[in-house]
């Protein structure tokens, strides 16, 4: 199967930064990779599908970018709520894997 | 809107079974594959199952394969995991998620708020 290696880990930063997570693939997964949001006690959110395309609802500040092997969601300014784990998952192979995902904490 | 409404989960012995039901609306539930993934206690998500719109066609992860059977009643909008021969590496969130494909395989653009199934004795 194919394995989705996050980083990093954790991500302390400020409201109104920027942030830059990363998800690589073991093998190329073409565009198939998406994004996904999850709050503390909540189901997870869709938030990128296939690599860059917003899902309905969510707003602009949230991109995704990348293709085969290497890829990367941006927060461009983070708000309040946008401090949550973030996961990515491949729909290239089955089964469809998730990443062990990257938490975005408050610094 | 669409909703996803979780039931069925609980504590059950090791080697024992439980079936969790998902009720759908909000959208046209016999137009699109459904899918469960879990999530162990403060662990990643796991995908589980997946069953096409008709529920003719059905896909398991390697760790349920044999114990677990995803199936679906279109007239009645709802999605089922029966589980059997539980383990206590079962213990976890069990999601419900409308499932899409477009090419390859599937991503999820919906999902419940979750069942908790703990498995120990």
């Known amino acids: 199967e194919i394995v989705l290696t996050q980083s990093p880990a954790t991500l302390s930063l400020s409201p109104g930064e920027r942030a830059t997570l990363s998800c690589r693939a073991s093998q190329s997964v073409s565009s198939y990779l998406a994004w996904y949001q999850q709050q503390p006690g909540q189901a997870p959110r869709l938030l990128i599908y296939?690599?860059?395309n917003r899902a309905t609802g969510i707003p602009a500040r949230f991109s995704g970018s990348g293709s085969g092997t290497d890829f990367t969601l941006t927060i461009s300014s983070l708000e309040p709520e946008d401090f949550a784990v973030y996961y990515c998952?491949?729909?290239?192979?089955?089964?469809?894997?998730f990443g062990q995902g990257t938490k975005v904490e408050i610094k | 809107e669409v909703q996803l409404l979780e039931s069925g989960g609980g504590l059950v012995q090791p080697g024992g079974s439980l079936r969790l039901s998902c009720a759908a609306s909000?959208?046209?539930?016999?137009?699109?594959?459904m899918s469960w993934v879990r999530q162990a206690p403060g662990k990643g998500l796991e995908w589980v199952s997946v069953t096409s719109d008709s529920g003719g066609s059905t896909y398991y992860a390697d760790s349920v394969k044999g114990r677990f059977t995803i199936s679906r009643d279109n007239s009645k909008n709802t999605l089922y995991l029966q589980m059997n021969s539980l383990r206590a590496e079962d213990t976890a969130i069990y999601y419900c998620?409308?499932?899409?494909?477009?090419?390859?395989?599937?991503?999820?653009?919906?999902w419940g708020q979750g069942s908790l199934v703990t498995v120990s004795s």
């Open positions: 909000g959208f046209t539930f016999s137009s699109y594959a």
């Open positions: 998620a409308k499932a899409i494909y477009t090419s390859s395989w599937y991503h999820f653009d919906y």
């Open positions: 998952q491949q729909r290239s192979n089955r089964p469809p894997t």
């Open positions: 296939d690599a860059s």
